[in-house]
């Protein structure tokens, strides 16, 4: 990773960036030395990616497994017809190198295990949570507090969209929100102009939190309707007992709580 | 008093059909709201447990385990059902 004052290179590349509003050179180093952790880079994590990559975050590390499919192709914009049948991770690497030469990209083409989590939050200043199953949300959610650095939490159904932004220890994390295990999903509906609107705001707060700029929405969550027209912001609030983040955390086994309580539940 | 009803997340399409207001006697808490809004919703149909319930921005808990909140007139009630996705 190169050291020092911005390269000319650099400053042409960002010059839109750095200024009155957005970031100062001081904030693009930051930025340049960071390291953001997202687990998957598909609809909400592709988008999120490339907006970092492009904004010259210095290296990202991404988890993303299987081959492409024509399906995906709706909301996940880093792969291209060209690459059906072909593994994800490899052409989603490429992609990403491919918008920013500064920027160092590593791929894991499989979903990160606990131990593997908390490895690759161990080396990122930031995770980013875009995963379609809550237990690998809840499993990033884990890493990042055992790591003590910030989560975002993006996830999407249809039309509408979630983001959480989560500092360990400060604020709420994703299991103070979720105390119960949410029912699994495996086809869900969804939309790829509201995947790219949260992964865009997940990549937003990552660059305010990782260069220092701005406000970032620490401790509350960003529901979008995109069917309704309708937003909301929720104020979220820790829970001091939480199994993951209170006082007495439970170890990082995966087992923090129960599954969803009743029987059929149309609205699950 | 009225409150003003936003339910959201994973399959919102259902909640179409209920009123985005409900009215409520003074001093009703969020367990008078749930239960009102538990009425109107269609069938066999129940909010999930993991719900999370918010009160005019203010974190209440879910619906299964919240905080014991009052209500004032022109609240929002946010009843969001949890959303993964990827």
Partial sequence: MARGALSAEERARYQRQIGPGVLTEEGQLRLRRSTVFISRVGGMGGPAALALAMAGVGRIIFAHGGTLESADLNRQVLGSEHGLGKPRAAQFADCLRERNHFVTVEALDHEPDDAEAVELAGRADLVISAAPTFAERFRLNRAAVACGVPLIDAAQWGMTGTLIATKPHVTACLRCVYPQDPPFEEMFPVVGAISAAIGSLAALEAIKILSGTGRPMFGSLLLIDGYRGHESRVQLRRNPTCPCCGDSPLPLDGREAGGEGGGTQDMN | ?86
């Fill in chain 2, 1 to 86: 008093m009225q409150l003003r009803l936003f339910i959201s997340g994973r399959n919102y399409n259902l909640a179409e059909g209920i009123p985005d207001r409900l009215t409520l006697p003074e001093g009703a808490t969020l367990d008078d709201a749930l239960k009102a809004l538990a009425a109107l919703l269609p069938g066999e149909t129940r909010l999930p447990a993991s719900c999370l319930v918010a009160v005019s921005g203010r974190h209440c808990g879910t619906v299964a385990s919240h905080l014991p909140e009052k209500l004032r007139d022109g609240d929002e009630l946010v009843i969001l059902a949890p959303v993964a996705g990827g």
